[in-house]
């Protein structure tokens, strides 16, 4: 397989289709092992449904994660918060306005249907905003207006040199979820 970032290169792919096509016997130099381990752990993954899998995946859109006891208090109560550290990391903090409590939330506990602690896992120097919205709705929580500019601003700044630049739509929410998850 090249050194590139996909699963199969199209010459692996034509082999695999001819294949369960045909069942045509594909040589070592075409498909190698490596990228059918791959291959079979994307497979193995996709289908299982007993939740053994659950994390593997990117941003499941059924993920939503109860922070609070109750949705319904988690709804009312929470706020989405962006900060960043004296490191210059990026991080999403869930605050509980009316308790002081804090959560972080990083990119592993959006792949969970409950809130996991200290995965490791960071988002950089910032967070794509589509991202930040992507959080905000599966913890069914709102943001500030001022929260999200500061979000757009410091992607902006750190992918093109400059805070009060343009962001291209490919990194923004729609409008309409946007206006969905902003406090009112």
């Given at each position: 397989?090249?050194?590139?970032?996909?699963?199969?290169?199209?010459?692996?792919?034509?082999?695999?289709?001819?294949?369960?096509?045909?069942?045509?016997?594909?040589?070592?130099?075409?498909?190698?092992?490596?990228?059918?381990?791959?291959?079979?752990?994307?497979?193995?993954?996709?289908?299982?449904?007993?939740?053994?899998?659950?994390?593997?995946?990117?941003?499941?859109?059924?993920?939503?994660?109860?922070?609070?006891?109750?949705?319904?208090?988690?709804?009312?109560?929470?706020?989405?918060?962006?900060?960043?550290?004296?490191?210059?990391?990026?991080?999403?903090?869930?605050?509980?306005?009316?308790?002081?409590?804090?959560?972080?939330?990083?990119?592993?506990?959006?792949?969970?249907?409950?809130?996991?602690?200290?995965?490791?896992?960071?988002?950089?120097?910032?967070?794509?905003?589509?991202?930040?919205?992507?959080?905000?709705?599966?913890?069914?929580?709102?943001?500030?207006?001022?929260?999200?500019?500061?979000?757009?601003?410091?992607?902006?700044?750190?992918?093109?040199?400059?805070?009060d630049v343009e962001?291209?739509?490919?990194?923004?929410?729609?409008?309409?979820?946007?206006?969905?998850?902003?406090?009112?």
């Amino acid at each position: 397989m090249s050194d590139n970032k996909a699963l199969l290169s199209q010459e692996e792919i034509d082999a695999l289709v001819g294949f369960l096509k045909t069942k045509d016997k594909i040589t070592n130099d075409v498909l190698d092992q490596g990228s059918i381990d791959r291959l079979v752990e994307m497979l193995n993954g996709a289908r299982t449904n007993d939740g053994s899998n659950a994390g593997k995946g990117r941003f499941f859109g059924n993920s939503v994660l109860s922070v609070e006891k109750d949705i319904a208090v988690q709804r009312e109560q929470c706020r989405l918060l962006y900060e960043k550290d004296g490191d210059g990391y990026a991080h999403i903090v869930c605050e509980n306005f009316v308790t002081g409590i804090r959560y972080e939330i990083t990119p592993e506990c959006l792949n969970q249907s409950c809130l996991v602690e200290s995965t490791g896992e960071g988002w950089g120097f910032a967070i794509m905003p589509v991202l930040f919205d992507l959080a905000a709705m599966q913890l069914q929580v709102k943001y500030s207006g001022e929260v999200f500019a500061k979000v757009c601003n410091d992607y902006g700044k750190l992918l093109f040199g400059k805070e009060d630049v343009e962001l291209p739509n490919a990194y923004l929410p729609t409008a309409a979820r946007v206006l969905d998850n902003i406090v009112k």
